[in-house]
């Protein structure tokens, strides 16, 4: 007998083998057959209505199938601690043509420990690494004149919060959305409390597995949530770690949008996560990859930007809708060359 609010359903052994078999070679993504008879059905509502597309509004540019690819442009710590910096960066994600532009907040003696602070460590900003940790951090006085610049300039901009009272700092500025790093995937209190703030989220799924992946969501919720297939190595240089098919395994697990987070030195995988149907793209840039700073190896100039966010419009159409038609251009070609038209 079904337990109250479920239905029994009767299915044949042999279907019930393949849903064992098929969630086994696909690294356990489901934690039962009931999960992955949902799974399956909304993947069926997803195929056959358009209805049933999920979509993700950030504001007020709608992310999902059928819709152009969100560019943002991560600026995280490549500011080095400087607000002139940080506002040339983000005129360079304007001229290029940029969505929305991302940073990092900290509460760096939450995220670090006293031991992890006290390290020795040469920086422009002292001799530890707590003197280079605080002297990467922005606070209210430079958050202040990020909002203020970024309306002057009409880009989206939003943080990814490290830490908890980092969302409350957040907040005040009312964004638009919220990123979570990576590194924060397994964070359940972070998670819950960025859940509630019910603001759209991305995620990032560097460094994490399927496993991994699942509990995230089913803390999250697929409505108003954006995945990041991502490979937490700066730079990533081994192209056999990109597994950009991801991306599609993504697509296939969760009703949600998929994009990538690249940390390549170049533009090729970028582009290629277009071409597999990615509805977000997000790279670090930097003015310079040999300006001092962790993550400018793995971030793109303003050349290389630009490539992005202009394939970004190109992309979307080059794919189309998938529906086998004649197009119009064929149409005078088609009056010329076909000689019998008997099917």
């Excluded at 002292?126 to 958050?143: A, C, I, P, Q, S």
Aim: negative net charge; proline residues 4%.
């Amino acid at each position: 007998m079904a337990k109250e609010g479920y239905s029994s359903i009767t299915v044949p052994d042999e279907f019930s083998e393949r849903i064992d078999r098929f969630n086994s070679n696909q690294g356990n993504l489901f934690p039962s057959k009931q999960k992955a008879l949902q799974r399956a059905w909304v993947d069926f509502e997803n195929k056959y209505s358009r209805d049933g597309e999920k979509t993700v509004e950030i504001d007020g540019k709608i992310i999902g199938p059928g819709h152009p690819i969100y560019v943002i442009a991560e600026v995280g710590i490549n500011h080095n601690g400087d607000i002139d910096i940080c506002k040339k960066l983000i005129d360079m994600a304007v001229d290029s043509g940029c969505d929305a532009v991302k940073f990092q907040k900290r509460t760096v003696d939450i995220i670090y420990t006293k031991e992890e602070l006290a390290k020795s460590r040469d920086s422009p900003f002292g001799n530890t690494n707590g003197d280079l940790k605080r002297g990467l951090e922005f606070g209210d006085k430079e958050y202040r004149q990020i909002d203020n610049y970024c309306k002057e300039k009409n880009i989206t901009w939003f943080a990814s919060p490290w830490d908890i009272p980092s969302v409350d700092f957040l907040e005040k500025f009312d964004v638009s959305c919220y990123k979570i790093a990576s590194a924060s995937l397994t964070d359940k209190g972070l998670l819950e409390r960025i859940k509630a703030t019910n603001k759209p989220i991305i995620l990032s799924t560097g460094m994490s597995d399927a496993e991994q992946v699942r509990k995230a969501v089913d803390i999250l919720g697929e409505d108003n949530l954006v995945l990041l297939s991502c490979v937490s190595a700066y730079p990533t240089l081994n192209l056999a770690d990109q597994n950009l098919k991801v991306i599609e395994t993504l697509k296939k697990s969760y009703s949600c949008p998929v994009g990538y987070s690249g940390h390549e030195p170049d533009t090729f995988p970028t582009l290629m996560a277009m071409a597999l149907g990615a509805n977000v793209i997000e790279r670090h840039i930097t003015l310079g990859r040999t300006m001092y700073g962790s993550d400018q190896a793995s971030s793109l100039e303003k050349k290389g930007l630009e490539v992005i966010c202009n394939r970004a419009k190109e992309i979307p159409r080059i794919l189309g809708d998938g529906k086998k038609t004649v197009t119009d251009s064929e149409v005078p070609i088609s009056a010329k060359l076909r000689r019998v038209d008997t099917i």
